[in-house]
T-cell receptor, first 116, second 114 residues
């Protein structure tokens, strides 16, 4: 099946700093990628839909100036958490579907962010 | 938008027994219903999915049923084993279309007691 990778797998940063998370589709092209946030013992909540070559679409309540998304190529989307605070500590997961097919979504392994 | 409700939130069964998890969805246009198993700190893993033109699908010990009229679908795990212990999520999506998003249920913590 299609493979999605994320980097880093975990990161610890200090409050006020920015952190970039990369999501790559390794063996397929993805015009659309999705970014989710998952707090402990909770479900996956969609943060934004990342579109190659255009602006991301953010879900209601997600600050687009805080969570910057860039989808510069068909295989790479990045999520930058700016001015991170402890409440941003969470598990961030990206996913993508095969362009044109669009049934199954392939998930990255996730990135554990801890803000101290 | 789509809303997916999942029950129960926790489920404990004895090894060898069956487990059933139920979900309802709100958008009648949804036509793809996957189930995911997630272990702690790991990515969601697709275990089975069903499309709206099918009422039931089975893969070894796992089956999913779909009732489009009632807008609900269920996951059935038979002969449960301790390694089935995990969080299970249902989801719904209007598909096909790679730009279509998944809407997740709230999850069920399944514990299989040896």
């Amino acid at each position: 099946g299609a493979v999605v990778s994320q980097h880093p797998s975990w990161v610890i940063c200090k409050s006020g700093t920015s952190v970039k998370i990369e999501c790559r589709s390794l063996d397929f092209q993805a015009t659309t990628m999705f970014w989710y946030r998952q707090f402990p013992k909770q479900s996956l909540m969609l943060m934004a839909t990342s579109n190659e070559g255009s602006k991301a679409t953010y879900e209601q309540g997600v600050e687009k100036d805080k969570f910057l998304i860039n989808h510069a190529s068909l295989t790479l989307s990045t999520l930058t958490v700016t001015s991170a605070h402890p409440e941003d500590s969470s598990f961030y997961i990206c996913s993508a579907s095969l362009t044109g097919a669009g049934y199954e979504q392939y998930f990255g392994p996730g990135t554990r962010l801890t803000v101290t | 938008g789509e809303n997916v409700e999942q029950h129960p939130s926790t489920l404990s069964v004895q090894e060898g027994d069956s487990a059933v998890i139920k979900c309802t969805y709100s958008d009648s246009a949804s036509n793809y219903f996957p189930w995911y198993k997630q272990e702690l700190g790991k990515r969601p893993q697709l275990i089975i999915d069903i499309r709206s033109n099918v009422g039931e699908k089975k893969d070894q010990r796992i089956a999913v049923t779909l009732n489009k009229t009632a807008k609900h679908f269920s996951l059935h795990i038979t002969e449960t084993q301790p390694e089935d212990s995990a969080v299970y999520f249902c989801a719904a999506k209007k598909a096909p279309g790679s730009a279509r998003q998944l809407t997740f249920g709230s999850g069920t913590q399944l514990t299989v007691l040896p």
